[in-house]
């Protein structure tokens, strides 16, 4: 898992998990054991929405999430893309 996916289920967890307003408590462990590489978050089973969200935001569809935690991530590639085009300025 990238950083920013990491990112973007840890976001999905304050929905869908810990007590959040979706919050199941198949929900809660399937999100939590991903997040935590743990092999068995297929274990707990998650409700439909859910499980929809978590590929969504695996895939790089953020829609699931909150407008503000969508702003967030993008700003966060968008810093890494400006890094990434300076390491490549200096390099050439």
């Given amino acids: ?44 089973q998650p409700n439909a929405e859910c499980v929809d969200a978590f590929n969504k935001v695996m895939d790089g569809d953020w829609s699931p999430l909150p407008r503000r935690h969508r702003d967030i991530l993008q700003s966060e590639i968008s810093a890494q893309e400006r890094l990434r085009a300076v390491v490549g300025m200096v390099r050439t």
């Fill in 1 to 44: 898992m990238t950083k920013i996916q990491r990112k973007a289920v840890g976001f999905l967890f304050g929905l869908y998990g810990n007590a959040g307003p979706k919050y199941t408590k198949g929900n809660h462990e399937f999100i939590r054991r991903t997040l935590h590489d743990e092999d068995d978050a297929d274990h707990f």
